[in-house]
């Protein structure tokens, strides 16, 4: 039985400790945690990715690295993660952080550009006020 909405919005912002992704997962046990086909594909040396929807999954010689939900019109929503009522597509992240109680700290901004951190050390990216993408280094 496939585990959909396994992985949930706010935990990835708020709790590293709390999602069911360590950063020792290898891609069997990936497969095996989620129960769902993942594209996957070699990105370069070491590198690959397993991805469904906009989660990216990203490995390093095998060893799971870092995990990324992107804002891409080619790409629908993951339905392994729970978005908590956050609309990928058109949501404004700022205002549902603030709207869930998420405190977040702005480490950048340049040419338009807004990096911000998550309690979980997540760091959302912002390009002229739109999601960019949502990225977790394990």
Known sequence: MPRLKTLSLRTLLTSRDHLPLRPDDRVEHLLERFRVTFHAGRVSKGWCQLQRGNLVLWLLN????????????GHEPSDV??????S???????AWCHEHDIDLS????????????TPSGARIAL????????????
């Open 62 to 73: 095998g060893t799971l690295h870092s995990v990324e939900l992107t804002r891409s019109a």
């Open 81 to 86: 993660v729970d978005w908590c009522g956050f």
């Open 88 to 94: 990928m597509h058109d949501g404004d992240p700022l």
């Open 106 to 117: 702005l480490d950048r901004e340049e040419n338009g550009t807004q990096l911000w951190s």
């Open 127 to 138: 390009q002229d006020g739109r999601l960019w993408n949502i990225t977790l280094v394990l």
